[in-house]
């Protein structure tokens, strides 16, 4: 109360007197309440404090009222007494209100006393939950170190703790067997110790790479030596152990004893050495195919046989090295030797230069642990000569019978000689194509590509390892500074990806063009198939484009393709793509001495009817029309030719090209396989000064049947 009307009347004289009565005041008050708290809760040393606290105040009070002894005496008049009365009756007053509400303060205290009381009851109870569950939990871990001990104890392998400077903390029994140490004699031990003098310079490099943060493990074969002096071969992981802020604690390797296993393989590879020493040294061919008839190992001797070295076979299928003929009869061998049958039979082979050789080949399959068909070892002799000989023999009596029948003979020796020549100028054309390609043609392309994606996948996560490298270790060691600017880090990581990229771009494009020369020579369609034209132009194109480019004295030549919305056409798919083959390449000769405009022109459409209806699009067609025809035109800006020469273009043996250029057969053996295989027609537009062009109908269908759309397929 007093505390409130100083607070109230500043002005009242002896300000600090009433503030020290109404400290003392309130003091007394709490004291009070503080003993009737105490007859529940002895809390006697708060009791004992309030009091000391009130006593120290009353006798401050009293001391501070002695200087004030004078002025008391100095009383004011009776009005002001009666005044200051008022006033003091006013704040008795206030003061019972004050009381009055301290007594309802007091009720409430002991209300949060008592729901403070619970709480710390209900909170004892869960520290006595928690102090049982850590019991607990203790328990499970010890549990879980007498288990990890066993594990570490008995353990196959070798399993050590070491400290940071490389010194051997603890060993397990496996480790002290392996090296026929004691625990205690290699307790104290440094791994140096035990490591052979040529691996230690290498263990120090790994483990101090570890202990600067560079690795976290690493892995390694290496060798120790015994207490007893023998040398071991051990195969260690080492692994850096970290308390939870991340410092270096100690080091855990575990060690397997591979002596053995290294034994077996120095005796694999010997007996290996040993192998490849009489299989080189034979005087016979060795060769071994696999499951799918691919060379899987080729000796000098049968690789010399046709003209190859070994490494040109590995990989190359069997078929390779053998003709039409030889390969009707190789796979019905084939399928023989999957049966388990061993045989030995004259077979002919294709060398390298195109020759013949006949040998005598013992063959006997080869099968897995499980049984099942893993490829052929063949035995090859060369009888060649003997063939030869044999062969000889022969046409001499063929000679003797065909003089009986001279007449019939040279019938069938002209037919045969036509077809030869048909059969020749096809292979002259594919040899063209040949030519033209293998300046593109890689030998391991296929194995170049398959390895690419896993190269791209492997730098990717190799560049994405270094880039975390780089972030953690922003500031690496000198010597790696040096030598990340010495092989220009920041260029490799940037070049990298795009050579691998333009690589794979190379061989897709590689495969590519194998795709085109399989699109175009269609060696295994001996009859007519509904075909798209377009892609028959398209792949003699790729295939000439070697033709196309520019070279050292004229610009490159320019193809217009102006393609017509064409069906599929019924016909000889190969024949047709060495007539493309022909016309094109006679074109490309028509350029060569021209050195602007060099355009070869190709253009596509369908003619219907009677020839008076012509068009470029498939939905002019009508079903109702009895014939329809392709027409493809190829003209170039050559320098042209003569009615005369024109004329006499499509005779045999007619050529005007320079000597050894043309054998005069391309033109003629084209006219015959449009005109006879196709029912169509070839003619050819020129004049002198203006160009060539060749103009090529053939019927879409040859049997009275409608020809299915491209949209269709």
Known sequence: ????????????????????????????????????????????????????????????????????????????????????????????????????????????????????????????????????????????????????????????????????????????????????????????????????????????ELFQEMRTGKRDSYRREKRYIRKDGVVIWVHVRVSLIRDQSGKPQYVVAIIDDITEQRQAEDALRDSEAQYRRIVETATEGIWVLDAEGNTNFANHQIAQMLGYTPEEMIGQPLFAFMDEEGKALALENMERRRQGIKEQHDFKFCRKDGSHLWAIVSTNPIFDRAGNYAGVLGMITDITERKQTESALRESETQLRQQTNQLEQAFYKLQQTQSQLVQSEKMSSLGQMVAGMAHEINNPVNFIHGNLIYANQYVKNLLEMLHLYQLNYPDPAPQIQETAEAIELDFLI??????????????????????????????????????????????????????????????????????????????????????????????????????????????????????????????????????????????????????????????PFFTTKAVGKGTGLGLSISYQIVIEKHRGQLKCISSPGKGAEFVMEIPIYQDSKKPALLSEV
């Open 1 to 204: 109360m007093l505390v409130y009307f100083v607070t109230k009347r500043r002005d009242v004289p002896f300000y600090g007197i009433f503030l020290l009565f109404g400290t003392f005041i309130i003091a007394c008050g709490t004291t009070h309440i503080l003993e009737i708290w105490t007859l529940w809760h002895p809390n006697y040393w708060l009791s004992g404090f309030l009091k000391a606290f009130t006593a120290g105040v009353s006798v401050y009070t009293a001391l501070t009222l002695i200087p004030l002894i004078p002025q008391a005496l100095a009383l004011p008049s009776p009005a002001q007494l009666e005044a200051t009365n008022h006033r003091l009756e006013n704040e008795i007053i206030e003061r019972k209100r004050v009381e009055e509400a301290l007594r309802q303060a007091h009720k409430e205290f002991e209300k949060h006393v008592a729901e403070w009381t619970a709480e710390l009851q209900a909170a004892n109870a869960l520290l006595q939950q928690e102090i049982v569950e850590h019991k607990q939990a203790d328990e499970a871990l010890s549990q879980n170190e007498a288990q990890f001990r066993a594990v570490f104890e008995w353990t196959a392998v070798g399993i050590v703790f070491g400290g940071l400077d490389g010194q051997i903390l603890e060993s397990n029994v496996a480790l002290q067997e392996i090296l026929a140490y004691t625990s205690e004699e290699i307790c104290g031990m440094n791994f140096s110790e035990l490591t052979h003098p040529e691996d230690v310079t290498t263990d120090l």
């Open 494 to 651: 940037e070049d990298l990806p795009k050579m691998l990229s333009s690589m794979s771009v190379g061989t897709e494009r590689i495969r590519s063009i194998v795709l085109s020369l399989r699109n175009f020579s269609r060696l295994d369609e001996a009859e007519m198939k509904p075909v798209n034209i377009h892609e028959g132009l398209d792949s003699t194109l790729l295939i000439l484009q070697h033709r196309l480019k520019a070279g050292a004295n004229n610009s490159q030549i320019q193809v217009i393709k102006e393609y017509g919305d064409l069906p599929l056409v019924e016909c000889y798919a190969g024949q047709l793509n060495q007539v493309f083959m022909n016309l094109l390449s006679n074109a490309i000769d028509a350029l060569e001495n021209v050195t602007s405009p060099r355009i070869i022109t190709i253009h596509t459409s369908v003619r219907c009817g009677d020839g008076k209806q012509r068009f470029s699009s498939l939905h002019h067609l009508s079903p109702n029309l009895d014939t329809q025809f392709v027409i493809i035109r190829i003209a170039d800006t050559g320098i042209g030719m003569s009615e005369d020469v024109c004329r006499r273009l499509f005779d």
